[in-house]
């Protein structure tokens, strides 16, 4: 398939295909927000993190909920076996042989991946959400009004829910799904969501809605279902447009400066002073 370069609603892309397109994307601008000066962000750029255990399992997990047919294909549990053995050795060497292009997950990890899957589908909302006639992995990009980039995002889902349009993120919390607002502010998925929501207003305006689909990383792997509140939302933007106009300012004059470069004054925060008399 081509580059894509013009703005759509692109169904049924492999990640490959998607990454190719020459547009920023939330990770990228998120960066701005949680990074302490344009030097930070310029090298996150240019040295993106390799994939680890968390992403790995993350991704499973979207396969297993959004392609449960594929799941199998893609992913294998590693047998439990000693590879510095000659028996675990062999027992290592027949399982590459029968699953010679899956992608290893640990008993452990397999175990958790099924667990959320399960417990994520029988939860009412989300069941609906993710039975009903829908798209999932669909790519989206198209150009900012203000100022004229190219954006794109990936949604894990477009879909309805009881007649409404809704946008689907399916998140894993390692802590109790009750604590997810901390998740948000922490990783920024208010500006992901205020992205994807704008971009798909502008190829298709219609009353969206964020549901985020959250499940626990531990047994019994209980499920959430939340919506972002205006408020979320619009700080997101506010987010996510200063990323872009800051971006450009430093594309356009090849400049990502770090730190002031004068001396700056420091002292300690209030709460580490000791005796309140000196704090004025």
């Not at 294998?76 to 029968?98: L, M, N, S, V, Y």
């Not at 899956?102 to 399960?118: A, F, K, N, R, W």
């Not at 607002?181 to 219609?206: F, Q, T, V, W």
Request: charged content about 25%; some cysteine; hydrophobic content about 35%.
């Amino acid at each position: 398939m081509a580059t894509i370069e013009e703005p759509g609603i692109y169904h049924g892309l492999t990640y490959a295909e998607y990454e190719a397109i020459p547009a920023l994307r939330p990770s990228e601008l998120k960066h701005w927000a949680l990074l302490p000066t344009a030097a930070h962000v310029r090298y996150a750029l240019d040295h993106p993190q390799g994939e680890s255990n968390a992403l790995l399992v993350g991704n499973a997990f979207h396969a297993a909920v959004l392609e449960p047919s594929a799941f199998s294909d893609r992913y294998a549990a590693a047998p439990q076996c000693d590879k510095r053995t000659k028996e675990g050795k062999a027992t290592w060497a027949a399982f590459c042989i029968e699953h010679p292009k899956s992608e290893i997950l640990s008993s452990p990890d397999m175990e958790m991946v099924t667990g959320m899957q399960e417990s994520v589908w029988r939860h009412p909302a989300a069941k609906e959400i993710l039975s009903g006639t829908g798209y999932n992995e669909s790519a989206i990009v198209w150009e900012h009004p203000e100022t004229a980039q190219l954006c794109k995002t990936r949604l894990d889902r477009i879909s309805t829910y009881r007649n409404h349009p809704v946008i689907v993120n399916l998140k894993t919390t390692g802590q109790d799904a009750k604590s997810f607002a901390k998740a948000i502010a922490n990783y920024g998925y208010h500006i992901s969501e205020a992205m994807g929501l704008d971009g798909i207003n502008e190829l298709m305006p219609r009353e969206w809605r964020i549901v985020y689909i959250v499940v626990e990383k531990s047994p019994p792997y209980a499920t959430a279902c939340f919506g972002p509140n205006p408020a979320t939302i619009e700080e997101g933007r506010r987010a996510y447009e200063d990323a872009l106009r800051r971006y450009q300012q430093c594309e356009e004059n090849q400049n990502w400066p770090g730190y002031p470069e004068t001396i700056q004054e420091v002292g300690l925060e209030k709460w580490a002073f000791k005796y309140k008399e000196a704090v004025t």
